[in-house]
């Protein structure tokens, strides 16, 4: 972890600086999966499956038995828990629903917005060492909440052609309708065009490595919608004297063990908390099953030891990361300042693993500094927003004029008469 | 105006087919552009203002005299309009405002979310034949209601180097922070990385031609937020025996006359309808400014005759047009069967123009099929949604137990560590 006291802030910006994340070198390599998908379906699905995860089996959709059976392979605490925090993400997704209000701008003028389910969806489960299964909640909880029609779910199966059963029971928890045995860049492309066995969605969901990533973003210039663009996962911690070193250096850990890449940055009011924690670390990280993984992502995390709360959250706020813990005294007041990140952690009892699976949050959220324009994954990702008007004779009476005048300075005459040839016969 | 009379099913989708919007030839062009605004910033800007706009100046800022001198440009009855569409956009748009909700999910666990305003946000208004003063306001309104801190205004200048005063006022009338006198792409790249004039943005808005689109989609695949994609303008009808033949016919011309890439689909339940609407059409395009653009759109339009409002509203969503007018007796049952629009007209006395101009829903709407997966622009678009949790030592001994349990079966110990660690001391 390299130290940085007290920098000025023109030293700031070589400090926050992240890795460049670059897909555009992988554009043609997955371009040519996309296209093979596009005009030759299940066939090169299949073929690349075979191809990039080892796998043989010709079965592209996982059957209803399956489903039903990954119950009984589930340790029942785990059942448990995927099942508690599925109901306090509900909780607070369902919060979000946005009732039709409408709104009369001008006597007999009615406008309204409402929000619309978008019909079909897939989400995308990446593979990898571990079941995310804690990623079908955070997804599949905001489709079905908006009533999306149909729900897919794609995600790589192992080397027997078997899905873990974590992921079927979450998938089976909130309603997907489809789940697929398929990964990586085939996955997107079969989602984005359909095949004989995979819909075609609207909108494509889910994490994923530089190559998923590289087929979100070509599908997205194609018109097919994604949830937002991906980096490496981010944590950043706000402390002061007060916060303790453990838990401290804990946090840290839990954001360095995602992934070599993970960026971990640290600031504090307070010298003697940064010391203290990297003693913390140096115990802690001994111990980890991924150690080797933590160790490469804390030798390119930084701490900053910085004068007073407001320069630090000035600091967070040019950084804009994923996830902000506040290990402050006060954390609260503090908050109130953040006007750039994915979402916040307040205070002592907040570490980001709850957030990442249970508190009722999203953990789909914004990383790479998209946290200044892109909010995480919520109900809203989910619908399209449709305004409505509908006027009365007196209200075209009242609008009418301003509406020919602004047609004409625009020198759009025809919409001047499409108001015209109503007024004449009002 | 190519009629089908009761197509099957099977036929729509040749039917209701869109020409290609195709912006991939152009991004070597455009790349180029963007490039070197991004390495030689103002001189950039500069030498392809001549080169395109041939205009000749060397002041991209517009002086605060020069947005003083507006008002005083413009007719009374022109400010007044402007004005009036003001107000109702302004009604409309702060009824969406989101009040930040506290959702204890389970004792202990306080989870909420809060709109905050982006920081700095880019508006570019294209030029051509007509000052789009009204996408002035369409953008400008909901950027201050939303609070960013920072509002710039790109619009390209004439040949004299001025800015049409209908701009500058609604400009300075929502609250744009400074204007620059730059159009095309050059603009798009100025506010994407910032030169020594123009400041750097997070998110570009509004509309442009196929260039501005291009440079647009690839300052997102860079990092920099975009509005929504982009294509040619269209409206889609529903009919019946009821409609006004000449109100139709007034509101198909009303499109027709943005460009002759516009698409104007007419769906009736009545072929009578059909019929006296294109003689209404003929009657009135004669006498159209703009009859040559109009005449050009109309010819790749088409009229459908379909059985039954079922299956017209079925056709509907299926092409999720930009804007659908419903002229139907029972249009306001009907509206609730909308799933895919970008905004919706309602009866007879509701022309798309009302909502073009000033009924106060927003005009920047998702065309080209993206209305499935798309909202158009509204507050929302301002904002990030940043979630926030804060737990008490309580909320943490009930949480716990089920993070730990879910990161262990993720095999992210670490993850579970940061909770153990803590409960240990509670």
Known sequence: MKIFYHPDKEEWPAI???PAFEVAALRETVGK??????????????????????????DLSVSAEELDAAASRLAPALKTAIETAYRNILKFHVAQHAPVQTIETMEGVFCSRKSVAIDRVGLYIPGGSAPLFSTVL????????AGCRRIVLCTPPDKT??????????????????????????????????????????????????????????????????????????VMLITDDEAN??????????????????????????????????KALARQIETLPRKEIAVRAMASSAAVIIDGAKAAMEMANEYAPEHLILATKDAETMAEGVVNAGSVFIGGYSPESVGDYASGTNHTLPTNGYARAYSGVSLDSFVKKITFQRLTPDGLRAIGPTVMEMARAELLEAHARAVEIRLKDL
């Open 138 to 145: 955070m997804l599949g909880v905001p489709a079905k909440l």
């Open 245 to 278: 070193p453990d838990y401290v250096a804990a946090d840290l850990l839990s954001q360095a063990e995602h992934g070599p890449d993970s960026q971990v940055i640290l600031i504090s009011l307070s010298a003697r908390l940064v010391e203290e924690t990297l």
């Open 33 to 58: 999966i996309l296209k093979d998908v596009q005009t030759q379906g299940d066939a090169a699905v299949l073929a690349y499956s075979r191809q990039f995860d080892l796998t043989s089996f010709n």
């Open 16 to 18: 926050l600086k992240r």
């Open 161 to 234: 052609g078997q899905v873990h059963p974590a992921i079927l029971f979450a998938a089976r928890l909130v309603g997907v309708d489809a789940v697929f045995r398929v990964g990586g860049v085939q996955a997107i492309a079969a989602m984005a065009y359909g095949t004989a066995t995979v819909p075609k969605v609207d909108k494509i969901f889910g994490p994923g490595n530089q190559y998923v990533t590289a087929a979100k973003q070509l599908i997205q210039a194609e018109g097919v919608a994604i949830d937002m663009p991906a980096g490496p996962s981010e």
